[in-house]
């Protein structure tokens, strides 16, 4: 049978061992009652069916107890965040005291470039890749600017006519400038490209030049195999509406390597959430931070949010990182092997094809295409996502998407090209 089928497709989907798992999810459904083809849980990660009934419970447990709800809820909102410790740490790969849920994203960075972004008239650079996500680059030259430095940004760029950096000139450019470096801050993978990068060869780079090194996994979390304690990394931060399916602008996640766990003196803008639990309630002890990355909370978290990012880390910690990225590359895999089976030669995948260097995403080029081919494909039903001049952005995610969605979506572009 040949395997650019339909049949082969859903013989490979009957084969799946994750496959009722899309049943546990909302498909968006089009006005004609269809469901959409949905590749863009890189952007927006789907709604769990049983999100609604971890909410409904906290809405109850207001609507009956008030502030009594603090430490009488069924899941009491104190400690709410700590209840989702562990299971997150373990999709990143880092310890418990390393982890914690709070803020959004962009926030934390700046929170955690306050403790670990320290310039000096020697050493104020940032390093950051060239095609950084825009909020990354704001915050970044926003941090170098509030320290009254400027020209402090340093850019990983790919080489002139290639689209991936490569491994050895983030090598070069940590050897030659390093001893100028404050800050080695990625997006991993980068979300334009899906390239990832070694973020524990990086560690080890950056830090024989004294560097800090930070990474965002904006699109590393719930996506990617990662070992944040051991790679050594110093911080991360990363948001749950992504790969983590917790809703439109949900609390972020946090990474603060146990090294630094206990550095109260480590400088960090501080508030209450912070501070050592057995007297945050006296109100008038100077800042005791708690051990660990709890110590960079500033205020009592979003309680609505926490709970829809319980409901969603149930399912991951049912399903387990590693049955779904083996999931995760066969459905890439199948993708990619459509793609490059494609007649004619418009289309380059520029996301890397050794599947250690990607996640889930393929950013797939277009020649001679414009938006209007996006519109096209969109049209028939695609969700997927546009990025001037002339790229596709498409995540099949192994958690809800099929190996038939992938067929579809492939036959759809054929037809559009
Ligand atoms: C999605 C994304 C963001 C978004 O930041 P918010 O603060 O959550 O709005 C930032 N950086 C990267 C790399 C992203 O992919």
Redesign the pocket.
């Known amino acids: 049978m040949t395997k650019a089928s339909l049949t082969y497709a859903k013989q490979l989907d009957a084969q799946d061992p994750l496959r009722a798992y899309r049943e546990e999810f909302y498909l968006p459904v089009q006005k004609n009652g269809k469901q959409h083809l949905y590749f863009c849980g890189n952007s927006l990660g789907l709604q769990p069916k049983r999100t609604e009934k971890f909410i409904q419970q906290e809405l109850e447990d207001w609507k009956m107890l008030g502030v009594e709800g603090h430490f009488h809820a069924k899941n009491p909102w104190m400690p709410y965040h700590e209840f989702l410790t562990e299971r997150m740490a373990k999709i990143v790969g880092a310890k418990p005291i390393e982890v914690v849920m709070m803020n959004?994203?962009?926030?934390n960075l700046h929170l955690l470039m306050a403790s670990f972004y320290r310039p000096t008239k020697e050493r104020f650079k940032i390093l950051i890749e060239a095609d950084a996500?825009p909020?990354?680059r704001y915050a970044v030259e926003s941090q170098i600017h509030f320290h009254g430095y400027k020209d402090g940004l340093l850019e990983l760029k790919a080489r002139e006519g290639e689209v991936l950096v490569r491994h050895e000139d983030i090598e070069s450019i940590i050897e030659q400038e390093g001893y100028e470096i404050a800050l080695i801050l990625i997006?991993c993978p980068n979300?334009y490209t899906g390239q990832v990068f070694d973020m524990k060869r990086i560690a080890e780079l950056g830090h024989a030049k004294g560097c800090v090194v930070g990474f965002?996994l904006?699109?590393g979390a719930g996506n990617l195999h990662l070992e944040l304690h051991d790679s050594g990394i110093d911080f991360a931060a990363w948001?749950s509406y992504?790969y983590l399916n917790s809703g439109p602008g949900s609390v972020?996640g946090c990474f603060v390597h146990e090294r630094h766990a206990h550095s109260p003196d480590l400088p960090r803008f501080a508030g209450w959430w912070g501070h050592n639990k057995t007297t945050r309630f006296n109100m008038r002890h100077a800042f005791d931070p708690i051990p660990g990355a709890e110590g960079w909370q500033l205020s009592n978290p979003p309680i609505l949010s926490l709970a829809a990012i319980m409901a969603s880390l149930e399912i991951f910690e049912e399903v387990g990182m590693p049955a779904l990225l083996e999931k995760s590359a066969k459905l890439t895999g199948y993708l990619e092997f459509l793609v490059n089976n494609l007649e004619g030669n418009r289309v380059n995948i520029i996301t890397p094809s050794n599947p250690k260097e990607r996640g889930c995403q393929l950013s797939i080029q277009v020649r001679d295409a414009d938006k209007s081919l996006y519109d096209a494909i969109t049209e028939k039903g695609v969700i997927a996502d546009w990025r001037e001049p002339d790229v596709i952005r498409v995540a099949p995610v192994p958690l809800y998407n099929s190996f038939e969605d992938v067929f579809r979506f492939v036959e759809v572009l054929k037809e559009c090209m």
């Open positions: 959004t994203l962009s926030v996500f909020s990354d997006g979300y965002d904006a699109h948001c992504k972020s």
